[in-house]
T-cell receptor, first 112, second 115 residues
Framework: SQKIEQNSEALNIQEGKTATLTCNYT??????LQWYRQDPGRGPVFLLL?????KEKRKERLKVTFDTTLKQSLFHITASQPADSATYLC???????????FGSGTKLNVKP | DAGVIQSPRHEVTEMGQEVTLRCKPI?????LFWYRQTMMRGLELLIY????????DSGMPEDRFSAKMPNASFSTLKIQPSEPRDSAVYFC?????????????FGEGSWLTVV
């Protein structure tokens, strides 16, 4: 069965540094990968989507890479701020929702 | 758009009671999802609908759980009878099709505590 791995340990970084979160997957060839942000007590909020034929996507301070050979996505937040502190989830999907899975998320703590 | 609307936001009920969670998806979205989130198991897909038809209910834990979508603007998730292990946050979410990027929009969740 498919498996999605995100670092279960919290990532603690200093304000201003670049945060890098990892999403690894096995036994699956997704058509796209998404990243969501979840704050305590709230539902996940969509951030970025990257398709299988794309290597990199950027949105403001966010950057996502997608390596289908390594079966890995990296999510970067540059010039991190305490307001970026949250849990970040990756999600993989096929062309429809027949196979769509969320990772367990990584908690990011940005310290001032 | 008001986003995905869920009710109730919080519910505390006694074991054995029936629980009904409600959801209004974003207008125009073809897909509706019910997820459950706990610390131990993370975000789990329970069931999803496409154009009001249940497509995959393999995540529904057992017969005590049922979901319906009588029309495009309303869905319910029912637990009968409820048990303490059902305590979790239940999210409803909706999405358009692949051309819109399959972005999933979540509601704020229904926090269920079964005592």
């Amino acid at each position: 069965s498919q498996k999605i791995e995100q670092n279960s340990e919290a990532l603690n970084i200093q304000e201003g540094k670049t945060a890098t979160l990892t999403c690894n997957y096995t036994n699956y060839s997704p058509a796209y990968l998404q990243w969501y942000r979840q704050d305590p007590g709230r539902g996940p909020v969509f951030l970025l989507l990257i398709r299988e034929n794309e290597k990199e996507k950027r949105k403001e301070r966010l950057k996502v890479t997608f390596d289908t050979t390594l079966k890995q996505s990296l999510f970067h937040i540059t010039a991190s701020q305490p307001a970026d502190s949250a849990t970040y989830l990756c999600a993989l999907g096929a062309y429809n929702f027949n196979k769509f899975y969320f990772g367990s998320g990584t908690k990011l703590n940005v310290k001032p | 758009d008001a986003g995905v609307i869920q009710s109730p936001r919080h519910e505390v009920t006694e074991m054995g009671q029936e629980v009904t969670l409600r959801c209004k998806p974003i207008s125009g979205h073809d897909y509706l999802f019910w997820y459950r989130q706990t610390m131990m198991r993370g975000l789990e897909l329970l069931i999803y609908f496409n154009n009001n038809v249940p497509i995959d209910d393999s995540g529904m834990p057992e017969d005590r759980f049922s979901a319906k979508m009588p029309n495009a603007s309303f869905s319910t998730l029912k637990i009968q009878p409820s048990e303490p292990r059902d305590s979790a946050v239940y999210f409803c979410a909706s999405s358009g099709d692949y051309s819109s990027g399959n972005t999933i929009y979540f509601g704020e969740g229904s926090w269920l505590t079964v005592v």
